[in-house]
């Protein structure tokens, strides 16, 4: 990844779309420090994030990727309520979390709370997935091709039920995909990443006319 | 006579060296287990020292168990005769299949599962506390498994350095080709080594109980 320089503001949803190895995913883990920058320098809330406690950081950060990666061992709740729990919460308080939670996602609570993630779907666990990042209410979420392994239908139920529940929040959105379409439906901006540069800004309108190829690449599987 | 009747003729002195044989599988498992997860959960974060101490648990369980036990016997602390050197080379075997499975286990854990984890912001020890070893249960139970059936086995040669315990019968029958008197021995030591199994086994479905290693998260 060379010469990347991208400003998020408060708020906005930026999509970072290209193809498999564009460097899209290296870009969301810089975010969370789970990958430092070799040069440069990463700002999260305006402090680098070699200055943070990785683990503070990234439990100010909500993180949602593909596989989940619920833990099969914990309930439903508990998976939901994890960050309040590392954060020292008291029970009563992350239960009453998780139940708010899981309606915020579309799930019953007195239904799902105590299962274990094997005993869901795909979409509910990626439900869960969901409520587990925004536990503990962080203003920031980085989201990794979340959808990618649903089928369709549930893939289009989830990506617009999303997208309104960010807009209900507020949240600031970094979201990873491969799907333009996604991309368009979900993006205040959209970022196009083709062999670890940026080679495309702005919004999805601007993505549509955008004279690269990468990008015309991309606004062609639009059309079909 | 037979060995039935040697069995009851012999009560007290059958249940003493069982008993004693019992100590010395349970405690040199105990101490194994101290050292070994540890150690193994050590080469997790140091994959570093997988080679060394890997390959050492797997040298020293390839010295044959006789020859063992008479290395032991001149080193001052660890060696000498009786029950404390006895222990001492049980526990080096022990430790390789507790190591080797707390290694593996803990490898074995879904790596979406590991990032969420890292990603959510869990710390080095919240990890390895609320998800690794919890994750890792059941193939750590079923490595002290191993190496607690292996020391009923090894156990019996503890008596050629006056340890005691079963192997004492089997070696007084060996001298004086007496098919009862190692029946005596081996007999229980047998019963021993499934017994424990048994129970460890049911003790490792307790603990993997809901099915939860890996298959949860494909969609």
Same mark, same amino acid.
């Given at each position: 990844m060379r010469d990347l320089t991208l400003e998020i503001a408060a708020g906005e949803t930026l999509v970072l779309l290209g193809r498999s190895g564009s460097g899209k995913t290296t870009t969301l883990k810089l975010i969370n420090a789970l990958r430092a920058p070799t040069t440069g320098v990463v700002c999260v809330d305006g402090k680098p994030t070699s200055a943070w406690e990785p683990h503070q950081l990234r439990r100010s950060i909500g993180y949602v990727i593909q596989e989940i990666g619920l833990f099969p061992h914990f309930t439903v709740e508990r998976n939901v309520a994890l960050v309040p729990e590392l954060e020292g919460w008291d029970a009563a308080r992350r239960r009453i979390r998780a139940m708010e939670l899981l309606a915020l996602v579309g799930l019953d609570a007195a239904q799902f709370g105590a299962r274990l993630p094997a005993a869901l779907s795909g979409g509910?666990?990626?439900? @869960?997935?969901? $409520?587990?990042? !925004?536990?503990?209410?962080?203003?920031?979420?980085?989201l990794d091709e979340p959808f990618g392994a649903l089928d369709p239908l549930t893939r289009a139920e989830l990506q617009r039920e999303f997208k309104s529940l960010v807009r209900r929040l507020g949240k600031t959105v970094?979201?990873?995909?491969?799907? @333009?379409?996604? $991309?368009?439906? !979900?993006a205040d901006r959209i970022a196009l990443f083709a062999s670890g540069r940026v080679v495309f800004l702005g919004t999805p309108m601007a993505f549509r006319s955008s004279e690269h190829p990468e990008a015309q690449a991309f606004a062609a599987v639009l059309d079909q | 006579?037979?060995?039935?009747?040697?069995?009851?003729?012999?009560?007290?002195?059958?249940?003493?060296?069982?008993?004693?044989?019992?100590?010395?599988?349970?405690?040199?498992?105990?101490?194994?287990?101290?050292?070994?997860?540890?150690?193994g959960i050590l080469v997790t974060r140091r994959p570093r020292l997988e080679t060394p101490i890997l390959g050492a648990a797997n040298i020293l369980q390839t010295i044959p168990s006789l020859a063992l036990f008479g290395f032991l016997i001149p080193l001052p602390f660890l060696g000498g005769i009786g029950a404390r050197t006895a222990v001492v080379a049980l526990v080096v075997y022990a430790l390789l299949p507790v190591i080797r499975n707390t290694v593996t286990g803990i490898r074995a854990v879904d790596p979406a599962v590991r990032e969420a984890a890292l990603g959510m912001g869990m710390t080095d020890g919240e990890l390895l506390r609320m998800v690794e070893l919890p994750l890792a249960r059941g193939v750590i139970m079923a490595g002290i498994r191993v190496a607690a059936v292996?020391?009923?086995?090894?156990?019996?040669?503890?008596?050629?350095?006056?340890?005691?315990?079963?192997?004492?019968?089997?070696?007084?029958?060996?001298?004086?080709?007496?098919?009862?008197?190692?029946?005596?021995?081996?007999?229980?030591?047998?019963?021993?080594?499934i017994a424990i199994d048994a129970g460890l086994a049911w003790i490792e479905r307790r603990l993997a109980v809901g099915g939860w290693q890996r298959s949860a998260d494909n969609t």
């Open positions: 509910q666990r990626q439900r @869960v997935g969901i $409520a587990r990042a !925004l536990a503990a209410d962080p203003p920031l979420l980085l970094v979201f990873v995909t491969h799907d @333009v379409r996604e $991309a368009m439906l !979900l | 006579m037979s060995l039935l009747d040697f069995l009851s003729n012999n009560r007290g002195e059958v249940l003493r060296l069982t008993l004693q044989h019992l100590g010395l599988v349970a405690l040199s498992t105990a101490i194994a287990v101290a050292i070994g997860i540890p150690a292996v020391g009923v086995g090894v156990a019996t040669i503890a008596a050629a350095i006056g340890a005691g315990g079963l192997g004492v019968y089997i070696f007084r029958g060996v001298a004086t080709v007496n098919d009862t008197l190692i029946l005596a021995g081996a007999m229980p030591a047998a019963l021993m080594a």
